[in-house]
């Protein structure tokens, strides 16, 4: 069975100083690996995948994240954090193939942005 | 504009009161799930289906139930809410191959139960 862990509960960066929110995963296969963000009070929302090709991805808001096969990671990145980046950011993985397969979510990393 | 709609968005309870959680979604999505969220905290996967007529249980348990009769219509139902019921729901939709194209959420029903 595939498994996220985000080792960080909270991560506190300096408002222009790059977020770095981590991710490693456990999956049987290539992996396709997803990040979601959530404001407070919403659901989530979508800012990147890794299907194949390129291990470095670029998704919504100048976020980015880059894939390893070799450390089992997928870590998400920004050059330069915003205090609106203060969100509750959640790494996904799933096994690719069948199509019952779900997606298995991390327990979730509070980015907090300090002005 | 295809999307995923929750309502209500705040519900507040009493106890021992019946409760529908409505979650509809314009996609033509087969796949639908159900999680529950304390605030802050990680997802808990209560419900999902694949298709109409199609319901299983998640990974968390749960003494909520859920019905899928129109593929753009999935439901959960609290027959006899508790305190220990307050969380924040939320639905998500995916396409058969949610590998691929991962889910979309709905913005949530935040139920208190007093």
């Known amino acids: 069975a595939q498994s996220v862990a985000q080792p960080e509960d909270q991560v506190n960066v300096a408002e222009g100083n790059p977020p770095t929110v981590k991710c490693t995963y456990s999956v049987s296969g290539n992996p396709y690996l997803f990040w979601y963000v959530q404001y407070p009070n919403r659901g989530l929302q979508f800012l990147l995948k890794?299907?194949?090709?390129?291990?470095l991805v670029k998704g919504s808001y100048g976020f980015e994240a880059e894939f390893n096969k070799s450390q089992t990671s997928f870590h998400l990145k920004k050059p330069s954090a915003l205090v609106s980046d203060s969100a509750l950011y959640f790494c996904?993985?799933?096994?690719?193939?069948?199509?019952?397969?779900?997606?298995?979510f991390g327990k979730g990393n509070q980015v907090v942005v300090i002005p | 504009e295809a999307d995923i709609y929750q309502t209500p968005r705040y519900l507040v309870i009493g106890t021992g009161k019946k409760i529908t959680l409505e979650c509809s979604q314009t996609m033509g999505h087969d796949k639908m799930y159900w999680y529950q969220q304390d605030p802050g905290m990680e997802l808990h996967l209560i419900h999902y289906s694949y298709g109409v007529n199609s319901t299983e249980k998640g990974d968390l348990s749960s003494e909520s139930t859920v019905s899928r009769i129109r593929t753009e219509h999935f439901p959960l139902t609290l027959e006899s809410a508790r305190p220990s019921h307050t969380s924040q729901y939320l639905c998500?939709?995916?396409?058969?191959?949610?590998?691929?194209?991962?889910?979309?959420f709905g913005s949530g029903t935040r139920l208190t139960v007093v």
């Open positions: 998500a939709s995916s396409e058969l191959k949610a590998d691929v194209y991962g889910y979309t």
């Open positions: 996904a993985v799933s096994p690719p193939g069948e199509g019952n397969n779900r997606l298995a």
């Open positions: 890794y299907i194949t090709g390129d291990n």
